[in-house]
């Protein structure tokens, strides 16, 4: 089983499309994150998320807006890519009191917009 | 504000030898959790240990240890005998409580490559 699984694993759209990534996590967990992960293997958080509050990275542009129907799933919509967009994605999650395991990833979406 | 800082880039060594990668951390808060993260070629991210900051104990698993020192602010890693399984970025990570949540803070990460 896997513990959090995204899809798609690869994502190749033009610019100004609007696509969304899904996430979801079998774990149980409270939390859920987005990551974005450049060209240089820097990892950037985007959102944090649990059924009481959405941490929002002040960096990220307002065109990426997380969606979650229920604690089990975090959603990224994307509007109007832009090139610079092409990243890794990852999603992760945790128990929100300090996480004894760590964070579980995803295996992530590559989105390349051209 | 915290930071993560793991200021070699890249490392390069033969199999068999040890490598040791550095990280120092920046917090003000005095709860904290460190954590090492492997990403290997085919690009998911593996967690490696979690330590909190008031467990200073040294962990060794396998060829795998790391010498966590609060006096110094570092957390660094070991790999005893490194293999070519062994080649990936090694990432760490800081988490502290913001609100009901612990954020990790990645560095930059250490691209590790292990020659044959």
């Known amino acids: 089983d896997t513990a959090v699984s995204q899809t798609p694993k690869y994502l190749v759209t033009q610019m100004g499309n609007d696509k969304s990534i899904k996430c979801e996590q079998n774990l149980g967990h409270d939390t859920m994150y987005w990551y974005k992960q450049d060209s240089k293997k820097f990892l950037k958080i985007m959102f944090s998320?649990?059924?009481?509050?959405?941490?929002i990275n002040e960096t990220v542009p307002n065109r990426f807006s997380p969606k979650s129907p229920d604690k089990a799933h975090l959603n990224l919509h994307i509007n109007s890519l832009e090139l610079g967009d092409s990243a890794v994605y990852f999603c992760?999650?945790?128990?929100?009191?300090?996480?004894?395991?760590?964070?579980?990833f995803g295996s992530g979406t590559r989105l390349t917009v051209v | 504000a915290q930071k993560v800082t793991q200021a070699q880039t890249e490392i390069s060594v033969v199999e068999k030898e040890d490598v040791t990668l550095d990280c120092v951390y920046e917090t003000r808060d005095t709860t904290y959790y460190l954590f090492w993260y492997k990403q290997p070629p085919s690009g998911e991210l593996v967690f490696l240990i979690r330590r909190n900051s008031f467990d200073e104990q040294n962990e060794i698993s396998g060829r795998y240890s790391w010498n966590f020192q609060k006096s110094t602010s570092s957390f660094n890693f070991t790999i005893t005998a490194s293999q070519v399984v062994d080649s990936a970025v090694y990432f760490c990570a800081l988490s502290i409580a913001s609100g009901g949540s612990y954020i990790p803070t990645f560095g930059r990460g250490t691209s590790l490559i292990v020659h044959p």
């Open positions: 998320y649990n059924n009481k509050e959405l941490i």
């Open positions: 992760a999650s945790s128990q929100t009191r300090p996480p004894a395991d760590g964070y579980t």
